[in-house]
């Protein structure tokens, strides 16, 4: 069973950074495409970035380039999120996910396993 843990949201100032932290279960992140998701209040959940887990190729949504990274550690079984240059937009609930298969760019129904969530607010 997949298991998945967020940490390391909250509240911070418009332009400042957060990194957040997913760690899972044991050889999830080296065997699983990993993604991290938001959902804004009142929206859908959407994809922000992904790793594959068969080639490492990594996507992020047009609203986070440049701004957001994301990065594995199959050492730890950790993903990461860093994001910088925050604004009130990114406000949301983020999550990390795995999906089985090998494309990151797939809708939410394909990953199957989810961490419980943590918000992330910006003020302006």
């Known amino acids: 069973q997949v298991q998945l843990v967020e940490s390391g949201g909250g509240l911070v100032q418009a332009g400042g950074s957060l990194r957040l932290s997913c760690a899972a279960s044991e050889r999830t992140t080296s065997n699983y495409t990993m993604g991290w998701f938001r959902q804004p209040p009142g929206k859908e959940r959407e994809l922000v970035a992904g790793i594959s887990g068969n080639d490492g190729y990594t996507h992020y949504d047009d609203s986070v380039k440049g701004r957001f990274t994301m990065s594995r550690d199959n050492d730890k079984n950790t993903v990461y999120l860093q994001m910088n240059s925050l604004t009130p937009e990114d406000t949301a609930v983020y999550y990390c996910?795995?999906?089985?298969?090998?494309?990151?760019?797939?809708?939410?129904?394909?990953?199957?396993?989810w961490g419980q969530g943590t918000q992330v607010t910006v003020s302006s």
């Open positions: 996910a795995a999906s089985s298969g090998i494309n990151v760019a797939v809708p939410t129904s394909n990953y199957h396993y």
